[in-house]
């Protein structure tokens, strides 16, 4: 810069070094950009007069420069006292986003730095930060009222303030939710079966968690069918689904269910069913025995008159054979265990009624509402 340098008098924006060298412009403009600085480079052909003849010279190029400290590029008095108003210069010298245009799509990879400000420097020394982005593309959705939801395996707190932060703006503090399976302490419990329009949504839900090769799995199929017909029969005794209680009548077995759903419908359709009855559950000696004397009087005597689907199907799985019916649901089971065990329990089981439990419950409505607002 104190050779082939350039500052205009009085003007900052007029710093420059100019060579007939391409690569070493270049290298002057990485330079620069390594240093903090803003660098371009123009070129052009010189043209010079030989015996009355205008000639084409070599190309010549020119690094026009914006540095922070324009002082430290001279190290000679004579361009370093040039120099004026430098302090202002260095506060207004940013970079600036001019357009953003789509490249197409291609592999990406996530970086995270393992410092405070997550700071770090790419293509072109350009500091830039993947969490700023996304503070502000979750500071506008919530305040035009949007859903946001964030999976973040990286675990960054500063993403999280400023989620937090951003409900606050939106006068809506409540909507922010938090939940973190490894710390259950100071986790939110949310209900993933809480909203719902039809039973079947229930189960399917759960089912999209099965592993399955193809989409014509059997054991899946048959699993997703099982859950319905637990749901639909707990819906029908006026009792929220959940996973634990999927867990407890697809493992523990569904007698219980099956005879709390039969007389309540038998109360409901069949006057006097009781002494109807009797003649089914002459033999029983224990709660098998009684529920599969129910089921053969509704079949033989009610489903006739007054049939139920929900009956049909908690008595189809009732009189299932047991070891089949384990082979049938042994893709179903690791995934109801793994979302009910140790502290995801009561994490995705929530009880509404637990006054003990002190953990933030994100949605209260009608317990034994089908449909509700979540």
Partial sequence: MDTDGTVGWGHLSDLSYATSSAQLARDVQELVWSLGG????????????????????????????????????????????????????????????????????????????????????????????????????????????????????????????????????????????????????????????????????????????IPSETGNDPFKAFGQMAMSNVVQGLLAVGERPSLVTLRRYLEGGAESLVERVLVRYLGEHVPNWESEAKPFLRQARDTTARVAGLVRYYRESVSARHPSTVVDGLASLFEHERVHFSKMIASLMPILNMLTSADLGPLLSPDAADTRDPRRLSSRTNPFSRRSRG
């Fill in 38 to 209: 803003i660098a371009r480079i123009t070129s052009k052909i010189s043209v010079y007069i030989d015996r009355g003849e205008r000639r084409r010279g070599r190309r010549a190029y020119r690094v026009h420069i914006r540095y922070p400290r324009p002082r430290d590029l001279f190290s000679g008095a004579s361009k370093r006292d040039r120099i004026v108003g430098e302090y202002q210069y260095a506060r207004s010298l940013k970079l600036r986003i001019c357009a953003i245009e789509p490249a197409g799509e291609a592999p990406a990879q996530c970086i995270a730095i393992d410092h405070p400000d997550h700071l770090y420097l790419t293509d072109g020394y350009v500091v830039t930060h993947n969490t700023r982005l996304f503070d502000l593309l979750v500071t506008q959705a919530a305040l035009r009222r949007e859903a946001v939801v964030i999976i973040d395996p990286k675990g960054d707190q500063d993403l999280k303030h400023a989620a937090e932060r951003a409900c606050r703006s939106a006068g809506e503090p409540k909507r922010f939710v938090h939940f973190h399976p490894a710390f259950p302490q100071a986790s939110a419990r949310i209900d993933p079966l809480h909203s719902f329009n039809r039973a079947t949504e229930v189960a399917s839900r759960v089912a999209a968690l």
